[in-house]
């Protein structure tokens, strides 16, 4: 008999639909101030890339709409990272029915942590990494006869490809945090796993990265590695509980 506050498939399905929408709208809402200070959030992005373009070189388009998509790209990047908590909150309110009464306090938590490390990564990856991997791209291979001119596009989108990235690998602690919760991992599970995790680590960062070079690779590697050892703390400390009794439908109100 199905539990007063269980959901069937079809009833998942349609808050999933609801969760989805409901983080769509806060991008929409950024999208439009951030549209309008596209050429500003430009230049702040492209920041990394401008300063590692070798003498001579420089940014440039070669189709007629490739400036103008450019720009709406910028608008959607900020106003997604712009919404970032709201998204966290939606995905929360997702997962939540599924956790006992007490476990539900822990959503603020979860979504200014969840914003910070995703701002974190991408900070890192802005600051650190992408410069790093820049210089090697840019300057190892221009010569005087041979000038890096990326185009505006492809420059966008290896940029905030590798930010993303980066912002998403350094939501690996809560993700365990998450599942060690709902009682899917163990400590003792991923200290068994680390060989493999290490192989499989080694492949995310070369899925992740847009580029395959090396430097860029090593970057994303290294925090995965560190992420994966500092998730197996988390799922010791945090680790779901057994009852002592038999739940009753009262703990998942």
């Known amino acids: 008999m199905q539990e007063e506050t269980g959901m069937n498939f079809l009833e998942h399905v349609q808050e999933l639909r609801k969760r989805i929408i409901y983080s769509l709208i806060p991008i929409l809402l950024f999208f439009i101030p951030c549209y309008i200070f596209s050429k500003q959030l430009f230049s702040l992005l492209m920041n990394p890339i ?3 373009l070798p003498e001579g070189s420089s940014l440039i388009f070669t189709r007629p709409a490739e400036g103008f998509l450019t720009y709406l790209k910028v608008s959607l ?3 997604f990272f712009l919404s970032f908590p709201f998204i966290l909150y939606n995905a929360w309110h997702f997962v939540s029915p599924a ?3 007490n476990e539900k306090k822990v959503v603020i938590p979860l979504v200014v942590f969840g914003t910070l490390f995703f701002i974190l990564g991408a900070l890192f990856c802005y600051f650190l990494a992408a410069p790093k991997g820049l210089a090697f791209l840019l300057g190892e291979y221009t010569t005087h006869y041979v000038k ?6 492809e420059a966008l989108s290896f ?3 590798l930010m993303i990235g980066f912002g998403l690998v350094f939501e ?3 993700v365990i945090f998450i599942l060690s919760r709902l009682g899917l991992v163990t400590a003792g599970f991923l200290s068994r796993q680390r060989k493999y995790a290490l192989l499989i680590n080694a492949v995310l960062a070369a899925f992740i990265t847009p580029t395959t070079d090396a430097v860029s690779m090593m970057f994303m590697l290294v925090p995965l590695f560190i992420f994966y050892e500092i ?3 988390i799922a ?5 509980k057994k009852p002592e009794a038999e739940s009753t439908g009262e703990e998942f109100r």
């Not at 010791?236 to 779901?240: L, S």
């Open 159 to 161: 940029l905030t490809a």
């Open 148 to 153: 890096a001119f990326p185009s505006i596009q």
């Open 231 to 233: 998730g197996i703390i």
């Open 50 to 52: 401008i300063k590692s």
């Open 99 to 101: 956790l006992y009464k």
């Open 77 to 79: 990047f900020f106003s």
């Open 172 to 174: 690996f602690p809560l």
């Open 236 to 240: 010791k400390i945090f680790a779901k």
